[in-house]
């Protein structure tokens, strides 16, 4: 077993690099627009010679001392990316999800990197692993009690109004509003409403609802109200004017 002393978790080591790098960039762009860029760097490869083992279900590594023994090498390769890279890649932040660890209690460290594995992050996460794998190809990639399981699905399933936001006013005057949140289609499209007064959904998409109010409603909150009866009273707070 791997020493714990001055070890770090892979991603930790990468991570580490990656932000020094970054800040070598920063300081060439600085340069740049300062006395014009001399050099570029194309490529970067690092041999290391480490203590390579498993704790927790993290790759831990640990720097070898001088003339250690029984070490690994671990070979880093760091190239560019170019502006297109990066948005084919980039991944769309959810606004306000919290991450699995908090929105289910006694999850070990563990059993978070085995969520994080499969792409689960949060509970929207594991709503669309779901929807796409099903329960069982979670529970077997993950490792996940089935009770445990159950406790998270539940959760990922229920619906969850995050924000309502203002988008400003449409070609007729109505104002458009921006419901985020989970699951709001699920089981129906709910009725929305400003103190009554009745508002129409002119969008639907994975993150959400666009709401258009008659230009009368004043209200300060935006009630959406679903077939089974449930119903939800947000505040509406300020965004674009």
Do not use: C, Y
């Amino acid at each position: 077993m791997i020493d714990a002393e001055g070890a770090l978790p892979l991603e930790d080591l990468l991570n580490a690099i990656s932000a020094q790098l970054d800040r070598a960039q920063a300081a060439l762009a600085l340069k740049t627009e300062s006395t014009g860029l001399t050099f570029a760097v194309k490529e970067l490869g690092l041999d290391l010679k480490a203590d390579i083992g498993i704790q927790d279900a993290a790759i831990m590594v640990r720097p070898a001392a001088p003339g250690e023994r029984d070490v690994s090498t671990l070979k880093l390769s760091f190239t560019t990316v170019t502006r297109q890279m990066l948005e084919e890649h980039a991944v769309e932040m959810q606004a306000e999800e919290p991450d699995i660890s908090d929105a289910m209690d006694d999850l070990s460290d563990e059993e978070i990197r085995r969520l994080e594995w499969i792409g689960v992050r949060n509970l929207n996460d594991l709503d669309a692993a779901q929807s796409k794998g099903g329960a069982a190809s979670i529970r077997k990639l993950s490792r996940l009690p089935a009770a445990r399981l159950k406790q998270a699905l539940d959760l990922a399933g229920q619906r969850r109004v995050q924000r309502v936001t203002r988008l400003g006013r449409d070609d007729v005057g109505r104002m458009r509003l921006a419901v985020q949140g989970r699951n709001l289609a699920r089981g129906g499209l709910p009725m929305a409403s400003l103190a009554g007064t009745r508002a129409e959904i002119i969008d639907e998409g994975a993150q959400g609802l666009v709401v258009a109010a008659p230009m009368t409603a004043t209200a300060s909150a935006l009630t959406l109200q679903w077939p089974d009866g449930t119903t939800s009273d947000t505040p509406i707070s300020e965004g674009a004017s």
